[in-house]
């Protein structure tokens, strides 16, 4: 066997300029320590959803509080993104709009849908409470438009404020908890002329209450390590070390750090490491989601949990989908059409080799076209067309038979209203007959991480120890949160605002 | 929303008494240093494969060596694994059994069976290597048959040295490289008698090997923490503390720690964290396989890789399984039955509900039964049986139909010889007639996880900035290894003994 190979980063523990290692001072004012440009009780990293609810938190339970953000401006992947926050157990907007839901059944159905391996803790949490929560966001100054979208989709089209997005109301949880929507859609003004985002009307009322706070906000300054005091109680968090344009800057804090920086979706090594099937195609997340967060946290013995867990986008309207029937690379069904489309994604992406088809017939075609909910950009032609099954099926290269047995079994079962293999429900059951139409939905998936630093539900950094790291506190997607293997549309922006709250009361009094 | 729970853990920082946080000293000498109970140039954790061949190459390379044994004796789950060592690329026995094999057709095929998201690089390594390798181990006293098993199944009955252990000669692995064996068996001399496996006469002579080479074993030490040096360049490892029978022992290592004291999947937290699909369900390892190295090197910021990885046993006679159709809990066939089992086995874990039936016609079941190489222990009495597969199917509460469907277009395929669905060898396909019966496989699968630290082709732990943590070296399955979401029997003591070498290799030249 020959000798190690030379290594062109030799291993002399030398960090690399880019390190993310911690400094390690023997105490925030002693000789070792730098000289700090700014100092705050809290110090929040990153300026999206879950650091700006960190940041009222803190700031209203009497801390001084800066927040540190990589961009130039506030908003983070939230303020980007369709801005479903998903909250339940019988909200406001829920009861004014006639929904049926408690704590209960909010916890049951997480449970079932977040899973496996979701963190029963933080489920407990979240649910117990969401309603609470809600009325937060709306003291804040965050609006919801009571009405309802009961149509299948990814959002609602214009600024209806509730709607199912998490299969809620399909197979297998329509029979593990009562359906109740928990989508919750800040209310736009203009989103049909496409300014605006769900998101940015999120964010733009709680950053007015930062301001109000007293909050400050540094920008364009990267957080690049974090600083430890080796006192007597072990290693502390005090402080972080940026750039900001090339120039080093040094943030003291006297209570805690809260990091919220964001997943890793955008770090191709992490990736291909954690989440290697979705690697290279990211979807609903910023290039500043490169994961150093995480790496910071690790760097000073942070646990990880659920690192392969990934939401899945796949791109297709659901009124196509749901009018028809999906197949894998076999021609088999795999998944209840009607159900949230993220999980359709997570089946396809991560169960079936990204491979997918959707078989219509030209009625249903023709139909998912002219609805008043169609998704326009989500809607493509067929690549293949033909007058039965069986000849679509021989255009596809399918095995012979394969997607004639599907269609077979799934008409006789559709004409008496069932659907004993998925169990759709009887609203979209209808026999595929006449001109077929073939979607080929191979590859269109993309998604983001959900696995991070492994936090307990008042947001502490757990160590791999299982202690929290003192002045460690962190939320959003730099965590794993509630969602383990399952996703709903709403989870990222609950559990990151939910849980952001959490650092912010921890930090401050830390 | 209320003040944080009150946390039976307080987040002080002390470290609890079973803290795998480091011990850091100013200097191995200096006067905060422990008073070390034994020093050594190269510190082995763990006298596994990957202990065994780190501590062989070490020494060989001149350091002065002392592994560190959690039991009461050498083996870890080597000593007890069925033995398999996965090696190619051409080895003496091979060619003495007439088959042909190279790097190139070795690497495509482990790039295509390990993935997605197998590392590269230490593929590379493996290949390149593996001819080498199996000629070390011979020259260390390994000593394998010269006959090759050739029938399905789990191992070989006898001691038969050679047999395919990865699906290399099954679709769709067939079609990416030229199939060959490379399952490579220690030879036992009296495995009938139940008193040897084929992991234990690979140990027996590395451990003869050890004692030759006057390397120390110190045994019932469990290790705890590393200790790391606070040097100018940076932290590095000096040595372990570990405790024997309650008594603290330090160990001082002057030039490096090699980790390799097994996986995590004896650890509850961690499976439920990383693979919860498997959790509660461990097969095939060691109870000291609590992932407490993992934890150690995550402490000192080492990085982690494919947590989620995992190896899956099917507890099923491949006999049996090869003969019929394996379908999940909703009819349907998701794997061709003659792959390697832990193939079958991680399809249906982790992508199909760990669900699965196994329908035979009475013909298949008789043969499966009376032939020489049945598993007897694996072979299960049907749960339904019926003379047709309708009733079978509705026995079984399946949807209506959905398994004659597929039955149907087996059968279809099976009578000229063809399985385009899956691909299964002509010589495995006939129809399914007759009476019916039907295996439940349901639950019926365990393994152990494959994810741990990051390190590179030649065992160096690395840190999450990508860098070596200096003095700190690891293989085995407390590492991700070749492997990532695919698996062959044999690539954990491949890997392990081949990276386990290079990482005693490393240490000594440190």
Partial sequence: MPAPASNPRPGTGHPSADSVRPLRIGSPTGADAPEWDIEADVVVVGYGIAGACAAIEAARAGAEVV?????????????????????????????????DDDVENM????????????????????????????????????????????????EPPADDGLMYTGGENAAP??????????GHV???????????????MLMTPLSERITELGVRSEYDVTTRRLVVSAGDDGDRVVGVLGTRFGRELSVRARRGVVLAAGSFTYNDAMMRAHVPLLAGRPGSAVEQHDGRAIRMGQAVGADLTHMDAAEV?????????????????????????????????????????????????????????????ATPFL????????????????????????????????????????????GKNAQWLRPIEGNIAVIDLRGRTGGFALGGLRTDPDSRVLHVDGDPVPGLFAAGRCTSGIAAWGYASGASLGDGSYFGRRAGISAAAS
């Fill in 67 to 99: 927040i540190l953000e990589r961009a130039g401006g506030w908003g983070g992947a939230a303020a980007l993104a369709g801005g479903f926050i998903y909250m339940g157990g019988g909200t406001g907007l829920q009861r004014e709009l006639g929904f």
């Fill in 107 to 154: 916890r049951a159905f997480l449970t079932a849908a977040m899973g496996p391996g979701a963190d029963r803790a933080k489920i407990d949490a979240y649910c117990e409470g969401s309603v609470a929560h809600y009325d937060w966001l709306v003291d804040a100054g965050v609006r919801f438009k009571s009405a309802f979208y009961g149509e299948p989709g990814w």
């Fill in 173 to 182: 949880f329509n029979a593990v908890a009562e359906p109740a929507p928990r």
């Fill in 186 to 200: 800040p209310q736009m003004s203009a989103k049909k002329a496409g300014e605006q985002s769900a998101g940015l």
């Fill in 313 to 373: 986008a796949i791109h297709c309207d659901p009124q196509m989908m749901v009018r028809g029937i999906l197949v894998n690379g076999r021609g088999q069904r795999f998944v209840t059409e009607d159900t949230y489309p993220g999980r359709i994604g997570q089946e396809m992406a991560l169960h079936q080799g990204n491979q997918a088809y959707l078989i219509l017939d030209e009625r249903a075609y023709e139909e998912a076209g002219t609805t008043v909910s």
């Fill in 379 to 422: 809607r493509f032609r067929p690549k293949w067309v033909g007058e039965t099954v069986a000849e679509v099926e021989a255009e596809m290269g399918l095995p012979g038979g394969a997607l004639q047995a599907t269609v077979e079994l799934y008409n006789r079962h559709a004409a008496r209203g069932e659907d004993p293999m998925f």
